[in-house]
DNA sequence: GTAGGGTTAG
């Protein structure tokens, strides 16, 4: 045995020399090789069945050999192993000695407290490494307060000890607290520097942290790391790649780390030269790269537009994905819309964790599929007990639901959320404000605006948004007069909702001077000003404020200007707008319907007949509508032609009979065309589509009598329909709301709330 | 044996 020779093991380079060593002897009850080797493990990160093989040759292991196996698992990660093994460790009678602890409480985390009892009996807190190990518990898991008096406790201090409280305060947010331990703290170093600069990051606060940076004498490759992945998890990718660029003119070995940091930030610019100049420089300096690095370069070629790229870098992988591997896989795949693969790697990940949850409801959510994304979110809470949703799953889920209007939902969404106890943060609020407004409860909006300790801009806009769909020009021009007070700049989202506020409750006068305020208006700014004027009726102001403006109009400017032709019957203008319409998007239904409609209205239906003509011979095919009403917590949807709704034939009788009470009460059915017979397809093609017929009726057949229905559809009200609504909430004698994409109609007693039509 | 830096989802 004594020519195993321990200087010697410890210049192997290569596992496979220690492997030759082990064969060679017989390592039975010899502790002392048995630990010697282990130690070698961690260093040389030989796999862990190896490592343990080692240590179970051993019969009778001692504190040295548990020592060196805790501090391997310790050392990759392996907590559960480490807590598994200090179970063994008590067992077999073996007393830890003080060296055992840190490790130990480590990987205990927050469960570390029930050590401290044990370490005091043991005498063990006299040892400085435990000292510190049980004061970073506190700092690290709460409460701060416990840690302090450790802190305060010590006769002698480490700079360890000063470090963990700093960090500690740190983490709980107290920055004046690390701050002051920063100033006091006799001999910082260079750990204490990074802690710092680490601080200011995570509360965004760049400019401090790049202070601390740039004071400090002594840099090595985390501070480094530490200032940079400041800048690439705040967005701020070229601060992040100029660092970089410094990093390495300076000399400076940059790690694993450095290039998860930069190829992240490269991933936010989605710029495919830089992504290939980085590549490049991985390939010059043939680091080795681990799965972190593997799949920051995965997503990097994901956003860069280049999956195949990506695809690939997944598949080599093999078996070293992990969870975030996957992740980013799938996202990838929503990001371009490409559900079905999406769900196919979805289905077949193995460990999925709450963000694969959260990335295929955000991917359903944003690629118009909410109903899919309330599905699967049904479906994570029921098959999955031990993944819980959190405020990123509840920001989807309540969004989709809002996109539906569907409010039932939505309140069961947000009852989910109390009960579960989500925390929520401002875009959770901004969602909800979303979904409240969406569904067409304003004062809900409201109130969760006001409940609010913060906004961000979002928040304002959302329910400037929401007072704008519904028409309320006062209380939008308000907000965004609150919005300055408080000191928040309008963006331009800011700017559109208030003028589309201002148009829908013709405020021109409000309208006109806000435009003017406005820095630097972009085109869609100009489109909300001709709606504005067009609504109100000066058509020909419209068209003039169209020739001087100083960009190229688009489809909205001209689309706005149809509109108002078409409710004021100026055919010269709509016809106008219409060719214009035709050569920006000719293969756009909507804008054939418009003019065909303005046609309609006037009763021209000989160029009704040409304009469908025309769409025939160019092969635009009308999108077809369709509406839904919430039931019971189901969405029921109607599209016109389809009879596969189970109370179809039911719905399909009271229309009859709604048509019959017409008759009775004085209606031209057909000139009104409000029950006109569903089935003539073609002529309901032309005026617009009717889906919205049968889902009141659906309404009116399961609701209470005297309750107000709610719809959903997705097309523009049209003229036709519009006209209907107001004479079925007369017949009916209740409150119609029907929601287009973004605009409420309210009916009541043969009126509507809007203004397109006076 | 202690303290500081990393990839995915809204």
């Known amino acids: 045995m004594s020519h195993l020779n321990a200087t010697a093991i410890s210049r192997f380079k290569h596992l496979t020399q220690l492997h030759a060593q082990i064969i060679q002897h017989s390592l039975h009850n010899h502790n002392y090789w048995v630990s010697l080797l282990i130690s070698h493990c961690t260093r040389l990160r030989a796999p862990p069945i190896y490592t343990r093989r080692i240590f179970n040759s051993t019969d009778q292991p001692n504190v040295y050999a548990f020592t060196n196996m805790l501090k391997f698992y310790s050392h990759i990660g392996a907590h559960t192993d480490v807590i598994t093994l200090f179970g063994c460790l008590q067992i077999s009678g073996v007393t830890p000695d003080a060296f055992v602890f840190p490790i130990v409480i480590k990987s205990f985390g927050k469960d570390a407290i029930v050590l401290h009892g044990h370490v005091l009996k043991t005498g063990h807190q006299s040892d400085r490494y435990v000292r510190n190990a049980i004061m970073g518990m506190y700092a690290k898991y709460g409460p701060i307060c416990f840690a302090r008096k450790l802190f305060d406790e010590m006769s002698e201090r480490m700079a360890a000890d000063w470090n963990s409280m700093i960090s500690g305060y740190w983490r709980w947010g107290k920055r004046v607290e690390a701050h002051k331990l920063f100033t006091l703290m006799p001999e910082r170093n260079v750990i204490t520097w990074t802690a710092m600069i680490t601080g200011y990051s995570n509360i965004q606060d760049l400019a401090t942290a790049r202070m601390y940076f740039d004071e400090m004498q002594e840099k090595n490759v985390v501070s480094w790391n530490a200032m940079l992945s400041g800048y690439s998890q705040n967005g701020f990718a070229e601060e992040a790649i100029e660092l970089f660029n410094k990093m390495i003119s300076s000399n400076v070995q940059p790690d694993e780390t450095t290039w998860v940091s930069v190829i992240s930030s490269c991933s936010e610019r989605a710029d495919p030269n830089l992504a290939n100049s980085l590549v490049k420089m991985l390939n010059e300096k043939n680091v080795r790269l681990n799965s972190f690095v593997h799949t920051a370069l995965l997503d990097m070629y994901a956003k860069c537009g280049n999956l195949e790229a990506a695809r690939k870098i997944f598949n080599e992988l093999g078996a070293f994905r992990n969870a975030v591997t996957w ?398 609504m107001k004479i079925l909430s007369k017949l009916e004698g209740r409150e119609i709301i029907v929601r287009d994409n973004n605009r409420f109609h309210l009916f009541r007693d043969g009126l509507c709330s809007c203004n397109d039509y006076w």
């Open 327 to 724: 992740n980013a896989m799938i996202s990838a795949y929503t990001r371009v819309g490409d559900l079905n693969s999406a769900r196919q790697l979805f289905d077949k990940m193995p460990g999925k964790n709450v963000v694969s949850w959260n990335s295929m409801i955000a991917g359903y959510a944003q690629n118009g599929q909410s109903t899919m994304a309330i599905d699967i979110f049904k479906e994570m809470i029921k098959c999955s007990t031990n993944i819980k949703p959190d405020e990123v799953t509840m920001v989807s889920v309540i969004s989709a639901c809002g996109h539906l209007g569907a409010l039932e939902l939505g309140n069961w969404a947000l009852k989910f959320i109390n009960e579960n106890q989500i925390n929520l943060s401002i875009s959770g609020y901004n969602s909800l404000i979303f979904m409240y407004s969406k569904c067409g409860n304003m004062k809900e909006a409201q109130r969760i605006f006001n409940k609010m300790k913060q906004h961000d801009v979002i928040s304002f806009n959302t329910l400037i948004t929401g007072f704008a769909a519904h028409g309320d020009g006062f209380s939008a021009i308000d907000l965004i007069k609150k919005m300055k007070k408080d000191g928040f700049q309008p963006d331009r989202i800011t700017y559109i909702g208030v003028l589309t506020a201002c148009s829908h409750s013709g405020l021109i006068k409000e309208g006109e001077k806000l435009f003017e305020s406005i820095p630097t208006p972009d085109v869609d700014h100009y489109a909300c000003m001709v709606d504005l004027l067009g609504r109100v009726g000066k058509l020909d102001e419209a068209k003039k404020l169209i020739e001087k403006m100083p960009m190229a109009p688009h489809a909205g400017v001209y689309g706005s200007l149809l509109n108002a032709s078409r409710i004021r019957k100026r055919i010269d203008l709509g016809e106008f707008a219409a060719n214009e319409l035709f050569k920006i998007e000719p293969q756009n239904s909507g804008n054939y319907v418009l003019l065909s409609n303005m046609y309609a209205s006037m009763g021209k239906w000989g160029n009704v007949e040409r304009v469908r003509k025309e769409m025939k011979v160019i092969g635009v095919k009308k999108t077809t509508g369709w509406s839904f009403v919430e039931y019971n917590g189901k969405l029921h949807k109607f599209i016109v032609g389809d009879k596969s709704h189970e109370r179809s034939d039911d719905i399909y009788k009271l229309l009859m009979e709604l048509r019959k009470k017409m008759r009775v009460v004085g209606y031209n059915v057909d000139k009104e065309s409000v029950l006109r017979d569903v089935e003539d397809e073609e002529k309901e093609e032309m005026v617009g589509t009717h889906s919205e017929k049968l889902a009141v009726c659906f309404a009116i057949l399961v609701s209470e009598k005297g309750s107000s229905i709610r719809i959903v559809k997705n097309l523009r009200v049209c003229w036709d329909c519009h006209e209907a």
